[in-house]
């Protein structure tokens, strides 16, 4: 059985956990780097998942602890409040394939507009990971635009493409 709610500063170390997997196993859908993960201090990682009406952190969890997460974020200024951005989802590959990053977004849409009013979704995917593309279309988000050479791993440039989910 798989739940979810908003992580808390106590789930600290399972983020970052599954954040380090992440990078390991989806290194050019992720920021930072491994090394940049691993530097960050508790009191920094609580402080980007602990939930504000700025930002929020969905976790799924299953029986082995934390298994999926999604993060929401919004900007304080006026004229940009309307919208919001997904960023960092990620489930853990032994468990793909059952809903649970669908849930997850499902989770941070219904947060962004119920909780913040917002009207709009904002995210960047990897223009190569098409398995993303193919979730993030058939949750409703549509591709407005490409930024060339957003991302450089090595010596290699990766586009990621702009995504946009209008919820009203």
Known sequence: MITLRLLTGDDAGLFKSLRLLAIENSPTSIWPTHEEESARSTEQTIARIQ????????????????????????????????????????????????????????????????????????????????????????QGFERFGVEPRALQINSRFYDEEHMVKRLR
């Open 51 to 138: 939930a504000t009406d700025l930002q929020a952190v969905f976790g799924a969890f299953a029986e082995n602890g934390l298994i999926g997460i999604a993060g929401v974020r919004r900007e304080p200024l006026v004229q940009v409040r309307h919208k919001a951005t997904i960023w960092g989802v990620f489930v853990h590959p032994s468990y793909r394939g059952q809903g649970v990053a669908q849930a997850l977004l499902s989770a941070a849409t219904m947060h962004a507009s119920n909780e913040w009013g917002s009207v709009q979704l904002m995210l960047c995917v990897n223009a190569e990971n098409v398995a993303a593309k193919k979730l993030y279309v058939s």
